[in-house]
């Protein structure tokens, strides 16, 4: 442990922040979870909305750096591809 008040603090926020952090990861792969499931059951307009949670979610933990934007990125485009190829299969039935 620190002795110097400050990186008493700092070790703190660290814990804090590394709390938050876990938690806002585990709500994104909850979200991409809920969308993929509601691909395997059909249900694409819930598919849909689900879909902008998780992409408001993984934008959020990339402007919060928790997630690098890239990665976001790819996990949202990955992940709406998989929601249109579920669409353009139900189209086609």
């Known amino acids: 442990m620190a002795n110097i008040k400050s990186a008493k603090k700092r070790a703190k926020q660290n814990v804090v ?4 952090n876990l938690g806002r990861k585990t709500a994104i792969k909850t979200a991409v979870k809920k969308v993929l499931s509601a691909i395997e059951k059909g249900e694409l307009d819930t598919a849909q909305t689900l879909l ?5 979610q993984m934008s959020r933990a990339a ?24 669409k353009k299969v139900a189209q086609k039935k």
Do not use: C, P
Not at 17 to 20: A, G, I, T, V
Not at 52 to 56: M, P, Q, Y
Not at 67 to 79: H, I, Q
């Open 17 to 20: 922040r590394r709390q938050k």
């Open 52 to 56: 902008k949670d998780a992409e408001s």
């Open 63 to 86: 402007s919060k750096r928790v997630m690098k934007k890239n990665t976001a990125s790819r996990k949202v485009g990955r992940l709406a591809k998989k929601v249109a190829a579920a």
